[in-house]
């Protein structure tokens, strides 16, 4: 049911997007209204894990406070008509009987997530696992993570598991719920019905009383607390709206998408590259292939595969700041513009690349190994690295238009990387498809929209993207360039189009 908006006269209306990504979180309002999408940051923080004795934790209550002071900001310019909360994927907090979280969330990148197939019983594998809930497979996925989670203490006093998103909309509101897109990638899901797998649930030997019901982009979550009120400076009674709570399934609402066959690429820390599907595609060649089927707006499946993104540029940059040579981006991009092409190239999914740590000597040792010369200049590494990420976009694109029986005509690039001229080419030019790059703010769009639709100011999903497509700025790249070139890159790298990318291949975010 559609709620009166802050501005119904005007036929518009202010929404606040909680948006959490795993280096920073951000609060940016939206005014919507005719032919009207306007975003202003409202404020930005950042989001630093702690490595404590037991593992790699999210400092959640650092992210709830910097969450709140940027309310806080946006109450200090009047009322907004709901509130949405978007993160990553996969992890999640536990509460106990009576709500308080029983210590920090594990970050999924924690060394505790190897060797997660080893940790399922007889009779429930890797294959039975994927011809339920259609997800790829990850060593951090929920489900895996959850095994190893319930020989602690934490487990014993777990009432209820919610994910990041769903626990701060619970500090939020006092609610307790589980938001379908992100709840379709925690393994548990059932791709078919749209519900939990109370079968793998019980196969696994987890309490089925611990996953909340589910609610649906759109859905009403509650209202602010007293307190959160008061602190915020927004009125008593502020709703805060479902949105799609993986930021991956906001950002892919929000592509500027006109025609009816597009391939996506969601690009910032992690590479999600794939399709908008009626249904899932759940058969062994698809598993083989590690793509997964998560959910999507109004029952949508985006099937798409994880690529280790932009991660591996900002990991480089994070070990040649500390070595006391701080780069920056236009420079790097420039060097790397003028750097001998396919010098080098790698797979972006290598599990030697997932932790953190010094990416740059990683590289090296990848291409040792696989007789290659590593760069000797920090262009010549981020070449290498847009180069190899281009390659991963064309493969994981091509093998998924061949399982799901889809011809995509263009390649939407969205997130952060749509910002990087040289990726965008590069991937245009790799793939032969013409690219569309932009919004960089997908995610926060999808989640305002979905909002503005829910209070009746937008009617539908291709309206959603109408009104980006006319109200954001784009950027267009044709394909150029000799393909073949990139063919030979291709070959190098010693991949067939239909290997799977063993450990890791969401989160994202």
């Given at each position: 049911m559609a709620v009166k908006s802050n501005d119904s006269a005007a036929g518009e209306?202010?929404?606040?997007?909680?948006?959490?990504?795993?280096?920073?979180?951000?609060?940016?309002?939206?005014?919507?209204g005719p032919g009207k999408l306007e975003l202003a940051?409202?404020?930005?923080?950042?989001?630093?894990?702690?490595?404590?004795?037991?593992?790699?934790?999210?400092?959640?209550?650092?992210?709830?406070?910097?969450?709140?002071?940027?309310?806080?900001?946006?109450g200090r310019t009047g009322p907004v008509a709901s509130i949405g909360v978007d993160t990553w994927a996969v992890d999640y907090g536990l509460l106990d009987g009576d709500g308080a979280l029983l210590g920090l969330p594990f970050h999924y990148r924690d060394a505790r997530?190897?060797?997660?197939?080893?940790r399922l019983p007889d009779g429930c594998g890797v294959r039975e696992l994927y011809a339920v809930s259609g997800l790829q497979h990850l060593p951090f996925n929920t489900v895996f993570q959850l095994l190893a989670?319930?020989?602690?203490?934490q487990w014993e006093a777990a009432r209820t598991l919610l994910l990041m998103p769903d626990l701060l909309v619970h500090w939020l509101t006092g609610s307790v719920g589980a938001e379908i897109t992100n709840a379709s990638t925690t393994g548990l899901f059932d791709a078919r019905s749209g519900d939990w797998?109370?079968?793998?649930?019980?196969?696994?030997?987890?309490e089925?009383?611990?996953?909340?019901?589910?609610?649906?982009?759109?859905?009403?979550?509650?209202t602010l607390l007293p307190h959160v009120a008061e602190y915020t400076g927004l009125p008593g009674g502020t709703p805060v709206t479902t949105v799609a709570s993986h930021d991956t399934a906001s950002a892919v609402a929000a592509v500027p998408a006109t025609e009816a066959d597009f391939a996506y690429i969601s690009c910032g820390t992690w590479s999600l590259a794939g399709l908008e599907l009626d249904g899932p595609v759940l058969s062994e060649e698809s598993r083989a292939a590690n793509f997964t089927n998560e959910r999507g707006v109004d029952g949508t499946i985006r099937y798409l595969r994880?690529?280790?993104?932009?991660?591996?540029?900002?990991?480089?940059?994070?070990?040649?700041?500390?070595?006391g040579a701080p780069l920056g981006l236009g420079g790097l991009l420039a060097d790397a513009a003028g750097s001998r092409p396919f010098a080098a190239v790698i797979d972006p999914d290598d599990a030697s690349f997932l932790a953190p740590g010094d990416m740059p000597a990683r590289i090296d040792a990848y291409l040792l190994r696989t007789g290659q010369t590593p760069p000797r200049t920090p262009g010549g590494y981020v070449r290498c690295v847009l180069?190899?990420?281009?390659?991963?976009?064309?493969?994981?694109?091509?093998?998924a238009a061949e399982l799901a029986g889809r011809d995509p005509v263009r390649i939407h690039l969205v997130g952060g990387g749509s910002r990087n001229e040289l990726l965008c080419q590069w991937t245009a030019d790799a793939s032969g498809l013409p690219v569309t790059a932009g919004p960089a703010e997908a995610t926060a769009l999808g989640n305002i929209l979905l909002q503005a639709r829910a209070h009746g100011l937008v009617d539908d999903l291709s309206g959603m993207r109408r009104l980006v497509a006319g109200t954001q700025d784009l950027r267009h790249y044709e394909p150029r360039g000799n393909r073949r070139d990139w063919d030979r890159a291709e070959d190098r790298i010693g991949l067939r189009h239909d290997q799977a990318a063993a450990g890791t291949g969401g989160a994202t975010a």
């Amino acid at each position: 049911m559609a709620v009166k908006s802050n501005d119904s006269a005007a036929g518009e209306a202010v929404f606040a997007a909680v948006d959490l990504g795993a280096t920073s979180g951000r609060v940016i309002t939206g005014r919507v209204g005719p032919g009207k999408l306007e975003l202003a940051e409202a404020h930005r923080f950042a989001n630093t894990p702690v490595r404590l004795p037991d593992g790699l934790r999210w400092d959640v209550l650092a992210l709830y406070q910097g969450m709140l002071d940027g309310l806080r900001e946006v109450g200090r310019t009047g009322p907004v008509a709901s509130i949405g909360v978007d993160t990553w994927a996969v992890d999640y907090g536990l509460l106990d009987g009576d709500g308080a979280l029983l210590g920090l969330p594990f970050h999924y990148r924690d060394a505790r997530n190897s060797g997660a197939a080893e940790r399922l019983p007889d009779g429930c594998g890797v294959r039975e696992l994927y011809a339920v809930s259609g997800l790829q497979h990850l060593p951090f996925n929920t489900v895996f993570q959850l095994l190893a989670h319930r020989t602690t203490a934490q487990w014993e006093a777990a009432r209820t598991l919610l994910l990041m998103p769903d626990l701060l909309v619970h500090w939020l509101t006092g609610s307790v719920g589980a938001e379908i897109t992100n709840a379709s990638t925690t393994g548990l899901f059932d791709a078919r019905s749209g519900d939990w797998s109370d079968a793998l649930i019980g196969r696994l030997g987890l309490e089925r009383a611990l996953f909340p019901p589910l609610r649906e982009p759109g859905a009403p979550a509650g209202t602010l607390l007293p307190h959160v009120a008061e602190y915020t400076g927004l009125p008593g009674g502020t709703p805060v709206t479902t949105v799609a709570s993986h930021d991956t399934a906001s950002a892919v609402a929000a592509v500027p998408a006109t025609e009816a066959d597009f391939a996506y690429i969601s690009c910032g820390t992690w590479s999600l590259a794939g399709l908008e599907l009626d249904g899932p595609v759940l058969s062994e060649e698809s598993r083989a292939a590690n793509f997964t089927n998560e959910r999507g707006v109004d029952g949508t499946i985006r099937y798409l595969r994880n690529i280790m993104g932009m991660w591996l540029l900002e990991e480089c940059r994070r070990v040649w700041e500390r070595a006391g040579a701080p780069l920056g981006l236009g420079g790097l991009l420039a060097d790397a513009a003028g750097s001998r092409p396919f010098a080098a190239v790698i797979d972006p999914d290598d599990a030697s690349f997932l932790a953190p740590g010094d990416m740059p000597a990683r590289i090296d040792a990848y291409l040792l190994r696989t007789g290659q010369t590593p760069p000797r200049t920090p262009g010549g590494y981020v070449r290498c690295v847009l180069e190899s990420l281009a390659l991963a976009h064309r493969r994981t694109l091509r093998r998924a238009a061949e399982l799901a029986g889809r011809d995509p005509v263009r390649i939407h690039l969205v997130g952060g990387g749509s910002r990087n001229e040289l990726l965008c080419q590069w991937t245009a030019d790799a793939s032969g498809l013409p690219v569309t790059a932009g919004p960089a703010e997908a995610t926060a769009l999808g989640n305002i929209l979905l909002q503005a639709r829910a209070h009746g100011l937008v009617d539908d999903l291709s309206g959603m993207r109408r009104l980006v497509a006319g109200t954001q700025d784009l950027r267009h790249y044709e394909p150029r360039g000799n393909r073949r070139d990139w063919d030979r890159a291709e070959d190098r790298i010693g991949l067939r189009h239909d290997q799977a990318a063993a450990g890791t291949g969401g989160a994202t975010a």
